[in-house]
């Protein structure tokens, strides 16, 4: 929201200084994001030209003596067309930055004639576009700017310009009178008088308008609207102008200056339709398939069933609230015009901005929400401008609709504003900071009812009361106090959820994958792709036709990642991300996934090509790698796992598996993602991934003492010994695992498999599984016999739990 300090003082009457303005304005909640003091166009004077003599050896150049008020005429060459003696304009010395060229000027020759500076143009100054001559002024411009004076001052250019931020919960200073009125509440002046007087019309508008919404929701709750005869549409006055180009806008003429000064004004957008362009009456009405039309901004829209449009007999005129139609639009010749106020719904015309793509000052503010009893205001006040600029006989207001009453009372205890900021702020203070922000207070007591402004839809509570209360006052007022520690020691601060993804991150970054955060949506084929897609997933307002469904899966978004980086020279990446995934539309249906993907050759051991030779690429076994390190981290005793074959359909079956306590207890997914799947991805492959949902995960036991236990070091060395068991090839190597450890859990201390054989030495069906078990002695080393008594449970409790047997 940009304005300059002489517009603000149109509607407050205050003394104070730009600089005080700028930091009551942070204060209260209005962020300053820039503030231009004109100061570049300070060196610019007022200037006349004495005499204009041929350049002697360029034909399209003169030789200046220019009156500067310094009292010694100044030599300047000059290129323009229009550059005569006694010509009066705006001159910049050596030493002057014009901003127009982005130049600082010196002391140059040119064509062997010294020159000492230029009289400018209006684009050198950024004033306009006009750059064919010089600035050319009138003699009368002499008897209030006389020469040498500055040329700013006369020209209007002195005037600061503010930028602010506006959140979205604040549309009512999306216009400058809202911003007076905050400064004033602050105490910065006094607010001037915003009423407008009700223009008495000649005769009905005879242009009817009909809201025709059937049976669906209306998306136009009134809609004001009158003609106006007679006009003449030329240039909107210089005063006018200035104020539209200070703050970015390009003055086109003095109907459309109109409506964009009263927007900015008082936050109230209107539309203009050239009466005579309009065929019949008005019907404002939703959209219809195939029905197009050609904007302001040159560009044609199709429009759809979500989308408000006014139409008449030719067909659609304006996408309500968003941009008007160039068909009805108005130009110089335009001699009757039909001024619009109406109220939009704001959800709908956001959503008709983002899928059209259109970005204006109107849909800006309506979806925001305008303040509906600034309707008629605003229509009587542009029909005093137009009236008053371009002339003509006005008819009555014709409204359709009703114009809603708003009356939100709030019962507000003044002790709220101790007991949640800490503020004593007296209830006669109180009463005059909500009285000057619009919020008028009744009755008497600890508890008062405060009205709430039409202006103010975001404030719905008590502590909203406070807000404003407190805003004004000064958050700066509120003092630091330290939070009480009390006499016993501090419990954790942050949930199992919030621990368990910190660790999780810190557990795969330490693996050597990144972080990527990615959308909550994606598209639909690829949420069904990881078992989404449901009807009560899907976005009833996406932000894009790509981002329409909630996510089942973090994988998806992670896929795409991968192939995005790929696609641009990083083939051997490893990604990671902790965030939230939705598998129903119900509070418990939203879950909380440690997911990673890895691709080409960046295992935890290495990354990418190396001069010893090629590297392997990814498998199944690291993302199982991953999966395992990130329940290790979380407190999951590993060493219980089972891994399955049944993992969902987005894996390579048999390069997956599912990590499980049991049949009730599934922690997550691992394996190599299917090549059908990478496929619809257009991801090169293969790619390896898991998933661990946090959720599935034991809650942690409550524990009397967070201390670790002691190292222990073995004294005695541990001792190694070689199993191999030809077992049928459809048993899984864990139950080998599993079943050897059992023997003397005591004494084992670990088991692995080193290799795996299936080849003509086999018979069909059969597989040689060879294992590594580590014993390790604590109270005695162990003897032949010790070691052939564990091998001997050892090979029975593989024998039984796999069928299988030694193997010679």
């Known amino acids: 929201m940009k304005f300059t300090l002489s517009w603000l003082k149109d509607h407050l009457d205050t003394t104070a200084s730009l600089d005080e303005i700028v930091e009551a304005l942070t204060m209260v909640g209005l962020e300053v994001e820039e503030v231009d003091d004109r100061s570049k166009f300070k060196p610019f004077t007022i200037a006349k030209v004495l005499t204009a003599e041929q350049h002697p050896d360029a034909d399209k150049l003169r030789v200046l003596s220019v009156d500067t008020g310094s009292g010694t005429p100044v030599q300047v060459v000059c290129g323009a067309p229009n550059a005569r003696a006694g010509l009066i304009g705006a001159f910049a010395g050596p030493g002057t930055y014009v901003p127009g060229i982005d130049v600082t000027l010196g002391t140059s020759s040119i064509r062997g004639v010294e020159s000492f500076g ?14 064919d001559g010089i600035i050319d002024l009138s003699e009368d411009v002499l008897d209030n700017a006389p020469v040498g004076s500055s040329f700013a001052a006369y020209a209007g250019l002195d005037d600061p310009m503010i930028e602010i931020a506006v959140t979205p ?75 539209l180009k200070a703050i970015g806008l390009r003055p086109i003429n003095a109907l459309v200056d109109i409506t964009n000064y009263i927007t900015f004004d008082r936050g109230r957008p209107l539309h203009v339709f050239d009466a005579d362009k309009v065929s019949g009456n008005l019907v404002v009405r939703r959209g219809k398939a195939g029905e197009k039309m050609v904007a302001l901004d040159g560009k044609t829209y199709q429009v759809n069933s979500d989308i408000c449009v006014i139409a008449d007999d030719n067909g659609l005129e304006s996408l309500a609230g968003v941009m008007g139609g160039e068909d009805s639009g108005c130009s110089e010749i335009t001699t009757n015009v039909l001024i619009e106020s109406a109220l939009w719904e704001p959800l709908n015309i956001a959503r008709t901005g983002r899928d059209l793509g259109v970005h204006s000052d109107a849909r800006f503010r309506f979806e925001r929400g305008v303040d509906p009893a600034m309707m008629l205001p605003g229509l009587e006040l542009a029909t005093h401008m137009v009236l008053k600029l371009c002339g003509g006989a006005a008819s009555k207001v014709s409204v359709s609709g009703t114009l809603p009453e708003p009356q939100k009372l709030v019962d507000f205890p003044y002790s709220d504003i101790k007991r949640l ?90 693996r050597g994958m990144m972080e990527a955060v990615t959308w909550s949506f994606l598209p639909k084929d690829q949420a069904e792709a990881f078992g989404g897609g449901q009807p009560e997933l899907a976005l009833a307002n996406p932000i894009s036709n790509d981002l329409s469904d909630m996510r089942p899966s973090l994988l998806p978004n992670l896929l795409s990642a991968l192939q995005r980086n790929g696609d641009r020279g990083i083939n051997d990446l490893a990604l990671f991300e902790v965030g939230q995934i939705f598998t129903g539309d119900q509070p418990d249906d939203q879950k909380t996934g440690a997911t990673g993907v890895r691709r080409g050759a960046v295992q935890i051991t290495h990354e990418g090509r190396d001069w010893r030779g090629a590297a392997s690429n990814v498998d199944a076994f690291d993302a199982k790698a991953d999966a395992f390190g990130v329940l290790a981290e979380l407190g999951v005793p590993v060493a219980n796992l089972q891994v399955v074959a049944d993992a969902p359909s987005w894996y390579h079956p048999g390069r997956s598996g599912r990590i499980q306590l049991g049949p009730k207890q599934i922690f997550g997914t691992f394996g190599e993602i299917h090549p059908a799947i990478l496929k619809q991805f257009d991801v090169d492959g293969p790619v390896v991934g898991f998933e661990i949902i946090l959720e599935n995960l034991p809650k942690p036991r409550n524990k009397t003492s967070r201390t670790r236990p002691a190292l222990d070091l073995p004294e005695l060395l541990p001792v190694s010994r070689d199993f191999a068991f030809v077992i049928a090839s459809d048993v899984s190597a864990d139950k080998v695992l599993k079943a050897a450890k059992s023997a003397d859990k005591k004494l084992i201390q670990s088991v692995s498999i080193f290799d795996v054989y299936e080849g003509d030495r086999m018979e069909v069906g059969q597989k040689s599984v060879a294992i590594e078990v580590t014993l390790q002695p604590r109270d005695k080393t162990l003897t032949d016999e010790d070691i052939s008594a564990v091998s001997s449970a050892i090979v029975a409790s593989v024998e039984k739990a796999t069928g299988g047997q030694l193997r010679g």
């Open 118 to 131: 230029m009289m400018c143009s209006e684009r050198e100054l950024e004033v306009s576009e006009e750059h």
């Open 169 to 243: 919960n604040r549309p009512d200073c999306l216009g400058v009178y809202g911003v007076a009125r905050d400064l004033a509440a602050a105490g910065l002046g006094t607010l001037k008088d915003g009423s407008i007087a009700a223009v008495e019309g000649e005769g009905d508008c005879p242009v009817s308008v009909t809201l025709d919404f059937g049976d669906t929701e209306s998306l136009c709750p009134a809609f004001g609207l009158r003609l106006i005869n007679g006009i003449e549409n030329g240039s909107s006055p210089v005063w006018l102008q200035q104020r």
């Open 421 to 510: 900021t800490g503020l004593d702020v007296p209830q006669d203070r109180t009463n005059s900071i909500l009285e000057s922000l619009g919020f008028p207070v009744s009755g008497s007591g600890d508890v008062v009812q405060v009205s709430v402004p039409s202006w103010r839809p975001d404030v719905d509570g008590k502590a909203d009361i406070v807000e404003e209360v407190m805003r004004i006052v000064g958050v700066n007022e509120i003092a630091h106090r330290p939070i009480e520690r009390g006499d016993h020691v501090q419990g954790p601060i942050l949930t199992v959820r919030q621990t368990r993804e910190r660790r999780a991150r810190r557990a795969l970054a330490s």
